[in-house]
DNA sequence: ATGGCAGGTACGACCTGA
C-alpha cells in the first residue's frame, strides 16, 4: 500500500497535477492540504474520473485539507472528523477517517509566521491540541498514519542553511519540541526510518530560484504508528512535481507500506 | 532590514505563506 502527503497551495491551480501524479503514482491513500477552496469547488468529477474518492473540509482563501482514497484498492472511508476534537478552530486543518483497519490524518499545522507573534502562540497551542488528540486516537487505533504539512524542520539536516535559519520560525527549539513530543507518543518520522540522500527537503521558495539552487526545507512529513512502522518499505520525497511550470511550492512525500 | 514569488480577493493593494 502506498500512501502520501501534498500540500498543492490550491487544488484549484495544482488540478492538473495532481490528477497527473495520481495516474502516475497510484497511491492508495493522498492527504492533501491548502486546498484553499471552499467545498463546492471541490473537484468530486475529475478525481472520481481517475477512480478516487475523497472526504474534504474546504474554507475560502486558507488552509483547506482533504483525503483522496484509490476506490480499487480501499474500501469507503468511515468516521470522518474534521478538525481537532480539543481545539474548537474556524480553520480547515484537520481531516482524519478510517480505511479498514488504518486511521489516516491529513493536517496543515499552523505555520507560525514568525517567533514570538500572536500566530506563533497559536500554533503552539494548536499543536499542544494535536498531541492531546494523537494520543487519545492511539488508544483506538493502533494503524494511525498522520501525514500533511507540519511546518517544522524536525532537525539542522532539514534546513537547506541551519547557520542562517537559525532558531526562526519552523525551525526554533519550542516547534522541535513539539515534533518530537509528537514521536513520542509511539510515532515515527517515516522519511528517517530509511536511507536518505543529504539534502532532501519537501518545500523550496519561489523565490530566488529556491528549488534550482535547492535551497529548501524538509517539512512535510509522514509520521507512523509502531504497527505501521513494521511495515514501511520505502519513502520518498518526489521532487518531480516541483520542475513543472506553474508548481506547487512543495513536494509530495509517499511511503509504501507492507 | 527588506524584498524577492505565488495564490486569493477583487479590480486596489493587501494578506498570507515558509
Redesign the pocket.
Known amino acids: 500500500m502506498k500512501i502520501a502527503s501534498w ?1 498543492v ?6 488540478l492538473e497535477h495532481v490528477c497527473e501524479w495520481l495516474t502516475a503514482q497510484q497511491p492508495d491513500l493522498l492527504g492533501l ?2 486546498l ?3 467545498d463546492d469547488k471541490f473537484p468530486v468529477t475529475e478525481l472520481d474520473a481517475l477512480g478516487y474518492g475523497a472526504v474534504f473540509a474546504g474554507q ?4 483547506g485539507v482533504a483525503i483522496l482514497y484509490r476506490k480499487a484498492s480501499m474500501p469507503a472511508p468511515l468516521d470522518v472528523q474534521v478538525n481537532l476534537p480539543s481545539f474548537p478552530d474556524e480553520q480547515k486543518r484537520v481531516i482524519g477517517a478510517t480505511f479498514g483497519d488504518l486511521r489516516f490524518v491529513s493536517a ?7 517567533v514570538g507573534s500572536e ?1 506563533y502562540d497559536y500554533k503552539m497551542r494548536w499543536l499542544e491540541a494535536l498531541r492531546t488528540d494523537l494520543a487519545a486516537w492511539s488508544n483506538t487505533w493502533t494503524k494511525l498514519a498522520l501525514v500533511g ?1 507540519f ?1 517544522i ?1 524536525p532537525a539542522d539536516e532539514d534546513v537547506w542553511d541551519p547557520a542562517g535559519w537559525g532558531e526562526a ?2 525551525c526554533s527549539p519550542p516547534e522541535r519540541q513539539h515534533f518530537r513530543a509528537l514521536l513520542d507518543l509511539g510515532y515515527c518520522d517515516a522519511f528517517r526510518q530509511l536511507p536518505q540522500a543529504p539534502a532532501s527537503f519537501s ?1 523550496w ?4 530560484l529556491g528549488f534550482q539552487k535547492n535551497r ?2 524538509r ?1 512535510d512529513h509522514i509520521l507512523l504508528s509502531k504497527t505501521l512502522q513494521a511495515q514501511l518499505k520505502a519513502c520518498s520525497i518526489d521532487r518531480a512535481p516541483r520542475k513543472k511550470p ?5 513536494a509530495p512525500i509517499w511511503a509504501e507500506l507492507a
Not at 60 to 63: H, I
Open positions: 500540500n497551495n490550491s487544488l484549484k491551480v495544482r492540504q491548502e484553499k477552496l471552499t475560502k482563501t486558507y488552509n496543515y499545522v499552523v505555520n507560525g509566521s514568525e500566530k504539512d511546518n524542520a520560525v519552523l518545500w521558495d519561489y523565490r530566488q529548501g526545507l517539512i506553474q508548481p506547487s511550492d512543495h
